[in-house]
């Protein structure tokens, strides 16, 4: 499983290549820009560094094997997500980027030809970028079926309405289409029928895009996040995405990939965020000697390595499920990572913030915008505990089962009632 490609070896050494010459020497700018520009502008930086990085032929590398390009298993992505990953800059330099790498596969996978010709393939060319609107300030969005927002039929349209937040990109002037996801049934008994998704035009008459939204102070950098409201927005019935009744099922096929990619991202910050533990410990001597001489400093770069080559095996045991038995088949799986991935990167850090001293508040070694980033992705396509809840019930599910055949899971053995501690008369 863990064996790589020659492609994905060549990959690798250009991309390592890029970002030691491209990515790396820009972050201090590209931070400026992101402070001194705010969340409405394109920063100079990335539009110089993304025609460099497509004749480098290191584009669209998300993108699974499709008609439209990359054929790339998940498995073989992974290492290059997780080295794009290393800073907040690299991946829309590649052109792989959320939401544009969901809303991509959200339209190369259900998108008609007309959708795809008219917002995938300038999506593909990187010559726009898209937004995801979906969760809502009213309700608990951790429960898709809460959504309130409305798309109601009418003649040969669909008239929108509603009112989004955390709507990623949709204060970016290169953002020209919206996903957006609303009830066409609220009455259907099957709650999971009563959501479909349209494509919204981002100049359609009354989209208001109400305000940028911060993530812990941070504004453009590590999201675009938006209030976004969508009052009596008219499109026609043809920018509807797979059929009426089916959003939900889009969202699951939509945030399967989303959520592997952003633990991939999310080591390869968290590797990075090591290396700089590390130096920063060796370089420090208080108290008469250096930080790395000292037995709680040796522990949390000891556990840091743990959890991180924990989470990354866990990880690409994951992305091999999903290539191998799809993401119904790697759900447990996926659920799991997308707990375990952000809760180690916190840990390390908050560890690595701890090294720094006050510095490591600032933004001067990266560190704030990183704890932001993977403090943000533990609530983000779903919070921790709707994660854990489904893998639980997952768990008992299987027991339950195996119990009833009396088989053996791959949990754990098959026990005997008195193995188990049952009394039995």
Known sequence: MLEKSQRVLELEERLVAFMEEHIYPNEARFYREAEDHGPWAVYPVVEQLKPKAREAGLWNLFLPHCEHGGGLSNLEYAPLCEIMGRSHLAPEIFNCSAPDTGNMEVLARYGTPEQQARWLMPLLAGEIRSAFAMTEPAVASSDATNIESEIRADGDDYVVNGHKWYTTNATDPRCKVIIFMGKTDPDNPDRHRQQSMILVPRDAPGVEVVRSLPVMGFYGVPDRAAEVVFRDVRVPKSNLLLGEGRGFEIAQGRLGPGRIHHCMRLIGLAERTLEKMCLRMAERAPFGKPLSDQSVSRERIAES?????????????????????????????????????????????????????????????????????ARLLRLADGPDEVHRDQLARLGFRKQMGNRQRGGASNWAPALSDRALGVVTK
């Open 305 to 373: 390595r743990i959890m991180i080559e924990q989470c990354r095996l866990l990880t690409l045991k994951t992305a091999h499920m999903m290539d191998t038995v799809g993401n119904k088949g790697a759900r447990s799986e996926i659920a799991m990572i997308k707990i375990a991935v952000p809760n180690m990167a916190c840990k390390v850090i908050d560890w690595a913030i701890q090294a720094f001293g006050g510095g490591g508040t600032s933004n001067d070694f990266g560190l704030a915008a990183a704890y932001a980033t």
